[in-house]
Each structure stands twice: as structure tokens, then as C-alpha cells.
């Protein structure tokens, strides 16, 4: 199992608060920041590479992770691209037989989730956090486990779930708060 972690991005929406920083550079207590303990977190659970995309102020998310065994990607245009560009950035990391998994970096994946994703046998799967209807930054509107529309403009009726992690994983129990997806 390969992750793709999709950091580029320069976080608009929460950038006041996080001094010009790359957001998923945030603390999360303890002095550890959000990348560094989602990095450590795959690789102690056997994921085999873990790759990057960055972009925004790419040194800082590098300084982040020194030291673990990382690859990284570079999209030069992330200022005025989105996820699939960041995605094609690193289009010989995602090339391979191996399964892999994608997600986003500025997203905190709890120990027993990531557990979970990497147990799941269905692929393609998608994890999405159904209590943040609202507040969410990226919208999906499912019926009967099939996705229908997703983005950021769904209207709060429309949608159901906002991402916590998505890409191919291996076998879950989801509890009420969890959908999944697949064709």
C-alpha cells in the first residue's frame, strides 16, 4: 500500500490563522504538527511510501517531515490548480501495481480510521464524515452508497458529508458517521 498525500495548497480560508504557514503544517499539540504525525502514523502501520505534492511554501512542509522516508512532488502551478493537477504532478508515484491510497494532507486521520481504511477490501472507497453537513469545505451528495455530485459549492440541503479520507483502501466496518462509496 502506497499514500499520496495532496499538500500544495495555500488554505485560504484558515490561512489568518496559521501565519502565512502551509496548513497542514499546523500544531496538534504536543509540538507535533499535522503532517509529521499523519507521515509517521502510515509508515508505522506498514504503508510501504508515502509521497507528497506540495507547493505553497514547499520548504516549510519539507523541514516538517526531515528525516522520514518520504517522497515528494512538486506542482508549480498550485496557486491556480486543484487537486487532480496536484495529483498529476505525481503521476509515476500513483503508476504501479500496488494499491494506494490518497488523501489530503491537511486532513487529521484518527489512529482507529486509518486502521479501518487499511482493512478495507472494497476499492474504490471513500471516507466521509457526515456530522459537518454545513461547516464543510468539500460537499458529496450520495444516495444508496453511489457518489452523485460532489465540490465545494453543494448546497448544505444537497450534501451529506464533507471528506475526512478517500482513495483505495482495504476493509471496513463503518459506523453511522461513515459512508462509503463504491461502484
Sequence with gaps: MRTLILAAGRGTRISRY???RPKCTVDIGGGQ???????????????SRVGL???????????????LPVEFYYNPFFDVTNSIASAWFARDFIDGGEDIMIMNGDVYVDEG??????E???????????TR???ADYKFYYEN?????????????????????????R????????????R
Design 113 to 118: 480510521l486509518l486502521d479501518r481504511i487499511l
Design 145 to 169: 452508497n453511489v457518489l452523485l455530485k460532489y465540490g465545494k459549492e453543494l448546497e448544505a440541503a444537497t450534501s451529506r458529508a464533507s471528506t475526512s479520507a478517500w482513495g483505495n483502501s
Design 171 to 182: 476493509r471496513t466496518s463503518c459506523p453511522a458517521s461513515l459512508k462509503r462509496w463504491t
Design 53 to 67: 505534492v506540495l507547493g505553497y511554501r514547499q520548504e516549510d512542509v519539507r523541514e516538517a517531515l526531515k528525516g
Design 33 to 47: 504538527c499535522l503532517i509529521r504525525y499523519t507521515a509517521e502514523l502510515l509508515l508505522s502501520r506498514g504503508v
Design 18 to 20: 496559521l501565519s502565512g
Design 133 to 135: 453537513t454545513v461547516t
Design 120 to 130: 478495507e477490501k472494497m476499492s474504490p472507497v471513500m471516507f466521509s464524515d457526515e
